[in-house]
């Protein structure tokens, strides 16, 4: 069973950056593609960016050119670089990893972010 560590969320300014980070369990070759969703109360968990084992990145329009995905290979690690936050992006996020081979996904335990002055 696959295992996702998140780390780096917090409480911050508007304007300010967070990077959050997920360690996958998991052997890269079972790996094809991670990302982030979110969650804010009261509205359903929705897509903020996935990168795949290639390196193809997919973005939010609310998003885009804020956000940065990333992904170490070598530790099994994806990173989400929250650049110009905004109270908006408050949520709890969630790593993802989707498998090869018909292995089920999975999902971390989500880490509260929170922008607010």
């Known amino acids: 069973q696959v295992q996702l560590v998140e780390s780096g969320g917090g409480l911050v300014q508007p304007g300010g950056s967070l990077r959050l980070s997920c360690a996958a369990s998991?052997?890269?070759?079972?790996?094809?593609?991670m990302g982030w969703y979110r969650q804010a109360p009261g509205n359903q968990r929705e897509l903020v960016a996935t990168i795949t084992l290639g390196g193809s990145t997919n973005y939010a329009d609310s998003v885009k050119g804020r956000f940065t995905i990333s992904r170490d290979n070598g530790k099994n690690t994806v990173y989400l670089q929250m650049n110009s936050l905004k109270p908006e992006d408050t949520a709890v996020y969630y790593c993802?990893?989707?498998?090869?081979?018909?292995?089920?996904?999975?999902w971390g335990q989500g880490t509260q972010v929170t922008v607010s002055s």
């Open positions: 998991v052997s890269i070759f079972y790996i094809n593609a």
């Open positions: 993802h990893v989707r498998q090869r081979f018909g292995r089920p996904d999975a």
